[in-house]
């Protein structure tokens, strides 16, 4: 079984300011991994995935996370936020084989203050 | 390329009603989730249908919640009767193997209401 635990809730940061998002995931057989953004009043949009290769996945948006074996974490990074990033944004993890069914963190508020 | 179709997007309904959600995947897609979402959660897997037939409905509460994917793209999911704890937002995600993993493609989400 896979669990998925997303520590901050909430995370306030000023315009133009770095942050980072922590995913930490728990699981007995590999899996992948995923950063999916919510905004109000929409479904669930795709931002990153992590299947191999590369421990950095990067976006054209200038979203990236890090996957850590070891620690078990795939945190996400933006260094540079803008008042439209203020969402929800929920880590998902996937076995790599049977059902690939998602399990998904609690999600973390971020809010970009001006 | 058009993305997952949910209808409609808003219902509110009195305890003990029926309702019903559609979900039409995306054109090819083989794979079907429903989930829900509780005000302040993640979204939790309700049913995955894998082209027509259930591939996982363990936590599906099959005393008041049905799904059916008839011939192997729309799919409706259906609550009867309503309770005051199934308020949230209903997700309809798709996927193909074909693309070589399982990306789910989510989409808007019917949000119900029960009063």
């Known amino acids: 079984a896979q669990s998925v635990t997303q520590l901050d809730s909430q995370v306030p940061v000023f315009e133009e300011a770095p942050v980072e998002l922590r995913c930490n995931y728990s699981?007995?057989?590999?899996?992948?991994l995923f950063w999916y953004v919510q905004y109000p009043n929409q479904g669930l949009q795709l931002l990153l995935k992590?299947?191999?290769?590369?421990?950095l996945v990067e976006s054209i948006n200038g979203f990236e996370a890090e996957f850590n074996k070891s620690q078990t974490s795939f945190h996400f990074r933006k260094p540079s936020v803008h008042i439209s990033d203020t969402a929800e944004y929920f880590c998902?993890?996937?076995?790599?084989?049977?059902?690939?069914?998602?399990?998904f963190g609690t999600g973390t508020r971020l809010k970009v203050l001006a | 390329e058009a993305g997952v179709a949910q209808s409609p997007r808003y219902k509110i309904i009195e305890k003990r009603q029926s309702v019903a959600f559609w979900c039409n995947p995306i054109s090819g897609h083989a794979t079907l989730y429903w989930y829900q979402q509780i005000l302040g959660q993640g979204p939790k897997l309700l049913i995955q249908f894998q082209n027509n037939g259930v591939v996982d409905d363990s936590q599906l509460p099959k005393d008041r919640f049905s799904a059916e994917r008839l011939k192997g793209v729309d799919s409706t999911l259906k609550i009867q009767p309503a309770k005051l704890e199934d308020s949230a937002v209903y997700l309809c995600?798709?996927?193909?193997?074909?693309?070589?993993?399982?990306?789910?493609?989510f989409g808007p989400g019917t949000r119900l209401t029960v009063l």
């Open positions: 992590y299947l191999s290769g590369s421990t």
């Open positions: 998902a993890v996937s076995p790599l084989s049977g059902t690939y069914k998602y399990i």
């Open positions: 995600a798709s996927s193909s193997r074909a693309e070589g993993t399982d990306t789910q493609y």
């Open positions: 699981s007995s057989v590999s899996v992948y």
